[in-house]
């Protein structure tokens, strides 16, 4: 007999908890309210920035190139998780398989290459600084990259692939590349998303399509879902889950056109639209 | 290709060019199209319950390894498998050390392809093992045509890109939610999660012994009956009327593998929740 032994006591190997786990229904809202507490921020000094495949990316080396340096500026200041859209080559994908019948969760996979080609593209244009193109399979790395290099590439699709939910309304993927790169942040408790874009921030209409949209430089995600826009900024999922997050409890939409945004927002500067949980 | 001349975005042709994915009307336009494909219309979805039917060992799983041996000789199955106590002790440390729901999704997953693997050595006889989830969604109707079944991990691939709850920590998509997003998207005959109840009751069977079975039952009916628990992940009643393919499941007793036997001939010998 080993001191082992001696101490080995099964019913005090869980804690009161654990044991409820094991014996109670995770359906259990009592349970599940048990569950709730402090989260660790793993990840605290992490940016996660995401780069518009649409609205920035798509545009070519006007719009991407003058970026791609400023990012290069900011790594000696900033870590970075940089992820990408999929934009105009998924629309062309999503169509051809809307007019085939194909399920959602195939249209998943489709965006996903789209935003893999994105992140390959990105990652070619900072290779010189040794910034890392990282696949999901590695994301056990990614704190090491950060460390090291200060910035890693990924592709923002979450990678639900056929596991993808259907809409509430329509066939396209409710989980895009908005979700993804802030489900990232929020589980990694980074310091900050911040979504690249081409428009100053979130305004009332499309301003592309609308002279009379107006700006909004803040808001909360309730009142913003209960505007019920015709159209959105992000993904509405990114408003839903903000809402229910432990620690990245706002995000910022910013006109990554305009060079010297992103350092700014970087850097904490009230700069293009705040949308807050609450 | 073409450049806009007021957003000076460069388009590719197609239906969804130049217009914002987030647009309401453009996405209820996107269900005008064809009837959505069905990948595997001739097989079944059946989620083996982890703590209910696989943790019991050789006493509940040999009978039921036998049903679904039986079955194979007639229908094509994919077989998903839960977690069950272990899932439950690495949240319980998990939770402790304060990880995120993220986490605790990527750490459950290790547990259902255990079991996943337990119940592919019991089925390996019939030619049916567990895939590996790298390449299972990709590789499944050339898998199917060769064997008359596999086994997945019933758990979703999001892992780290699990959602937050809406109350406390633990991940809302587990292994019922996995099998139901593989039926759905696959486009299967019918999904059946086998457990060790006979079905939902009016309260939990385990402390009410008077509690009720309810044999058949909407998402809305049951939604407003606000149970204080279920036998399944609450998060179907979100994705089922959603489902474009599949839209019912059917809660089987596996204790009892003549139910399963039944389920699959189409049988109502469980609960049956409805879509709509």
Redesign the interface.
Known sequence: MNDFADDYRPDQL??D??KR??S?????????????????Q?LPDANVVKIGG??VI???GKALLPLVEEIAGNLAQHQMILGTGAG??A??A???A?????????MS?LGTFVSMQNARMLHYLLAKHGIPFIE??Q?PQLPLYLVERRAVVFFGM???????????????PPH?TDT?SY??S????ARSMIYVK?EDGLYTA?P?KDRNATFIPRITAGELLALDL???????AVLE?MQ????RRSIRVINGLVPGNLSRALAGEDVGTLITAE | MREDP???????D????R?????????????E?????R?LADAHVVKVGGRSIIDRGRQALFPLAAALGRALEEHRLIIGTGGG?RS??V???G?????????LAQLAIADALGNAHILGTLLAPYGVVAIPP?IF??L?PFFLKGAPGVIMNGD???????????????PPH?TDA?SY??A????CKSLILVKDVDGLFDA?PAEHPEARLIREIDVAELKAMDL???????VLLD?LP????VKRFQIINGLHPERLTRALAGEHVGTIVHAD
């Open positions: 869980l804690s908890l654990g786990l094991v109670g229904s995770l359906t259990d809202r009592q349970l599940l309210a048990q569950t709730a507490g402090p989260v660790q793993l649409q609205s798509d545009r070519g105009t080559r629309r062309h999503y169509s051809v809307l007019d085939l019948g194909l399920p959602t969760g195939v996979v999901p399979v994301f979450p990678p639900y692939t056929f596991w993808q939910q259907n809409p509430a309304v329509g066939r396209i895009r993804g489900l990232v929020e589980v990694f408790g081409d499309d592309k015709q159209d959105l900024v992000v993904e509405r889950l229910n997050a432990q620690h | 007021t957003s000076r975005r460069h388009h590719v197609s239906l969804l060019m217009e914002s994915l987030l647009d309401k009307d453009l996405m209820a336009a996107t269900d199209h064809a009837p959505v494909v990948m106590v439950r002790h949240f319980s440390i939770l402790d050390l304060g990880l995120p729901t993220g986490v790298e969604g990709h499944l979703p691939p999001y892992s780290i890109w699990e959602h937050p709850p809406g109350i406390g920590r633990i587990r996995g997003l593989t759905e998207c696959f486009g939990d204080a628990s279920l036998p399944f992940d609450e994705l959603r489902g474009r393919l």
